[in-house]
């Protein structure tokens, strides 16, 4: 199958087409820089040309014009995924979804949204008509999508209370238009829903969402330090499990990452120290001083509602998730991270028993998101760590994995290495169906290209396109 690219592009001239060099490399890339791995493979691509559909009619026919003339099709939301998710890897059509923004109904609890909407402004409608908020977001809550997150991401700020977006309840329905001589709309709830979301737009691309909404609130910020990393954790885990306290946000940060790499902290928070962040709603904060009073050694160093430092830190959330990395990585080039799954009972031991393996030389630091999942509250662990090289990279990562803890391996850009290292055949089967030729964001999934692939080494996708 050879691509005819002209053709396809020609007959989309009428819709709003971007193929200048600079905007092109741009919009070929997401966030997959935070890897040194994905960054010697992937850093070359770029795709043909950016189309932008202002409408679902316009999403069917540049699916259906590319399906005719063979050209792979990577949709894009903002670009701030993690691992490459957003990045053409055999070039092609990059469908942008940033016209396709609208707010369509909002009802008590849920919202109606098309995928290209920004997460902070479905917050500013469904606020702005009826005070409700989405339950959760990515902490790239100002520049991502809904759609991209629903399709790329995991959870985030909420997931204390709501869990991930996989749980059952936290996404409602989606709309998807496949991509075949003739493209179907499907509508998908309930079970459906595990074949498109998290897919990252390998078998259909999401052309609606509907998500629950919780009551909004004007969330109070805190950092309150600690002197041991322990009584952090402890802290970070038991507030979370304080049923009347309705909390957005607990994020734990081991020494020292506060004092290295959070500039505006610094200055308020004791050289060892270690910290947690919070997001705590208004009329819980008589509840959170309480019971932060009982915790010996918890020391409130900000509380957004009565900020006294000289620089306002601004919002708490952007120190937490992924923007630990980032912030890390602003001081420090050669800091990379892990994602972690710490899960409940022992999240607490395999911690320690990484802190202990792995924390001697500051090699690799704890970052712990508090989250609920099947009710339970757990980790999720995004660590930093001081890269070298690739090896011992793997190395960390087996350590990990032979205490028990398993890696969502941020240094790949497949769904299955980037996963469980497992195949999804919800979402295999669901790809056969909705995109037969393999031309919806190609080389993402592995068991599509190589299903007997084994996962003892890094897959690497034949079709890659090659450096200039
Ligand atoms: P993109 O990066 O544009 O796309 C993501 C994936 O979805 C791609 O595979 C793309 O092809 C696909 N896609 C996009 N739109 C559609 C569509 N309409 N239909 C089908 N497929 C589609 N992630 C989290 O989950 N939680 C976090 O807290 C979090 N924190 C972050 C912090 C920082 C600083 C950074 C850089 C990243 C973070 N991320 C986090 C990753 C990322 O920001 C989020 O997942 C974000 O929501 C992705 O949205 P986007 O619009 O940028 O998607």
């Not at 903002?78 to 957003?86: K, L, P, R, S």
């Not at 996989?166 to 998807?176: A, C, F, K, M, Q």
């Not at 309150?224 to 038991?238: G, P, Q, R, S």
């Not at 011992?392 to 240094?411: A, Q, S, T, W």
Request: net charge negative; hydrophobic share 40%; charged share 25%.
């Amino acid at each position: 199958m050879t691509p005819n690219v002209q053709a396809a592009r020609d007959a989309l001239a009428h819709l709003e087409i971007d193929e200048n060099p600079a905007a092109l490399k741009s919009k070929s890339r997401d966030f997959f820089w935070y890897s040194p791995v994905l960054k010697t493979r992937l850093d070359h691509l770029v795709g043909d040309f950016v189309v932008a559909p202002k409408t679902e009619a316009e999403v069917i026919e540049v699916l259906k014009t590319c399906y005719a003339h063979d050209v792979p099709v990577t949709t894009r939301g903002a670009g701030t995924g993690n691992y490459g998710q957003a990045m053409p890897l055999a070039g092609g059509c990059i469908l942008h979804m940033k016209n396709m923004t609208a707010v369509k109904e909002v009802q008590p609890g849920r919202v109606i949204v098309e995928p290209g909407c920004l997460l902070k402004d479905v917050d500013a409608a469904t606020k702005a008509h009826s005070g409700q908020e989405l339950r959760m977001f990515s902490s790239t809550w100002a520049t991502a999508t809904i759609g991209g997150f629903v399709a790329g991401g995991s959870g985030g700020v909420g997931s204390v209370t709501w869990g991930s977006l996989r749980d059952l309840g936290n996404i409602i329905r989606l709309r998807v238009v496949t991509m075949e001589a003739e493209p179907r709309i499907l509508e998908f709830r309930g079970e459906e829903l595990a074949r498109v979301s998290h897919a990252y737009g390998t078998n259909g691309i999401i052309t609606e969402l509907e998500m629950p909404l919780a009551p909004a609130y004007d969330w109070t910020g805190l950092f309150v330090a600690f002197d041991t990393f322990e009584t952090a954790a402890t802290y970070a885990e038991e507030i979370a499990n304080q049923d009347g306290i309705l909390v957005k946000l607990v994020t734990v940060f081991e020494n020292p990452i506060p004092q290295a790499y959070f500039q505006r902290v610094k200055p308020y928070i004791g050289e060892g120290q270690h910290m947690v962040g919070l997001m705590v709603a208004p009329h819980s904060m008589d509840g959170f001083n309480t019971f932060t009073a009982r915790r010996t050694g918890a020391q409130i160093i900000y509380r957004s509602d009565n900020d006294t430092w000289e620089k306002g830190p601004g919002a708490v959330f952007e120190y937490g998730w992924n923007h630990t990395t980032l912030r890390a990585l602003k001081v420090d080039p050669s800091i990379t991270y892990l994602q972690v799954r710490y899960g409940y009972p022992d999240h607490q031991a395999k911690v320690a028993a990484i802190r202990k393996a792995l924390g001697a030389e500051g090699e690799v630091l704890q970052h712990l998101e508090v989250l609920r999942e099947n009710g339970k509250v757990m980790f999720a662990g995004l660590s930093l760590v001081k890269f070298t090289t690739e090896e011992r990279l793997n190395e960390i990562v087996k350590i990990h994995e032979d205490l028990g803890c398993m890696i969502f391996n941020p240094h790949r850009y497949t769904l299955e290495e980037g996963g469980r290292q497992t195949v999804d055949d919800r979402q295999l089967n669901f790809k056969r169906e909705a995109d037969p030729k393999g031309l919806l964001n190609p080389g993402k999934m592995i068991a599509w290209d190589d299903p007997g692939f084994k996962f003892e080494s890094v897959y690497q996708y034949p079709r890659m396109r090659a450096a200039e």
